[in-house]
């Protein structure tokens, strides 16, 4: 790996859901709990279809 290659997420997943509140608190938890693994969630909101989108990310 170079030097710039190692600040970068690599997306290993995605996968979209009805929007759900609970989701922001799921996403946090395995932020906390697999940071250690080098693993990372991300969670981005669509508000015109009304979906959440979790990215799974290595880094």
């Given at each position: 790996m170079?030097e710039?290659?190692?600040?970068k997420?690599?997306?290993?997943?995605?996968?979209?859901?009805?929007?759900?509140?609970?989701?922001?608190?799921?996403v946090?938890?395995?932020?906390?709990?697999?940071?250690e693994?080098?693993?990372?969630?991300?969670?981005?909101?669509?508000?015109?279809?009304?979906?959440?989108?979790?990215?799974?990310?290595?880094?």
């Open positions: 170079g710039n290659d190692k600040d997420l690599k997306i290993i997943a995605l996968k979209s859901f009805p929007a759900d509140p609970g989701l922001v608190l799921v946090d938890f395995l932020n906390k709990s697999l940071k693994q080098h693993i990372m969630f991300g969670l981005t909101k669509d508000k015109q279809e009304n979906e959440m989108t979790i990215h799974i990310y290595e880094f």
